[in-house]
């Protein structure tokens, strides 16, 4: 597939497997990263139409929509929470703030929604690089470490990246990855 072709005009994904011996922060940065790419690569080589399509009924889950989830939970966690950004959402949340980007909006097409996603990582990335994981916030009267964030968010991504392979193999049959 040709790069402007893909949404967000992006390079194809070329995820890479963490490494097995590392330090910790690498070794969580590079997890993290890891699940980022697949949900990356569950939505490469798929048109505008196929990334808005609720594909396993009766649930109206589509892959655009957990890109757009993902761009809220990431901005949520390493700007509202690791860094005290005060920034809004970027997206309706409709059923409470766990529910945030799903809904879809005609005016934000695939490529707005997936530039709007890598920005948000790269923010985080910078935002992290200023701390270690004992670095602590906090969150509703509570410490929160970077470690915490982390880990959460990489079973974020492992959950939503479950769902998007199912949505995946039903638009076209693609499985693994």
């Known amino acids: 597939m040709a790069t402007e072709d893909?949404?967000?005009g992006s390079t194809p994904v070329e995820?890479?497997?963490?490494?097995?011996?590392?330090?910790?922060?690498?070794?969580l940065e590079a997890w993290l990263d890891f699940y980022r790419d697949t949900l990356a690569l569950k939505c490469e080589g798929l048109d505008e139409q196929q990334l808005r399509t609720a594909s396993a009924p009766p649930s109206e889950l589509t892959l655009l929509g957990l890109v757009q989830h993902m761009t809220e939970v990431e901005r949520s966690w390493f700007?509202?929470?690791?860094?005290?950004?005060?920034?809004?959402?970027?997206?309706?949340?409709?059923?409470?703030?766990?529910?945030?980007?799903?809904?879809l909006l005609d005016e934000?097409?695939?490529?707005?929604?997936?530039?709007?996603?890598?920005?948000?990582?790269?923010?985080?990335?910078?935002?992290?690089?200023?701390?270690?994981?004992?670095?602590?916030?906090t969150l509703h009267?509570?410490?929160?470490?970077?470690?915490?964030?982390y880990t959460h968010m990489i079973a974020e991504y492992a959950r939503h990246?479950?769902?998007?392979?199912?949505?995946r193999e039903r638009i076209d049959g693609e499985t693994g990855v």
């Not at 700007?79 to 809904?103: C, D, I, K, M």
């Not at 990246?161 to 199912?166: E, Q, V, W």
């Open 6 to 8: 893909m949404p967000g």
């Open 108 to 137: 934000v097409s695939a490529e707005q929604a997936m530039t709007t996603w890598r920005d948000e990582i790269a923010v985080a990335k910078r935002n992290c690089a200023n701390h270690v994981p004992d670095s602590t916030t």
């Open 161 to 167: 990246d479950g769902h998007a392979d199912l949505l």
């Open 15 to 27: 995820r890479q497997r963490p490494p097995m011996t590392a330090d910790e922060a690498t070794t």
């Open 79 to 103: 700007r509202r929470t690791l860094t005290g950004e005060n920034v809004s959402s970027v997206y309706p949340t409709t059923g409470g703030q766990h529910s945030a980007g799903f809904t």
């Open 141 to 149: 009267d509570q410490e929160v470490s970077l470690r915490w964030i």
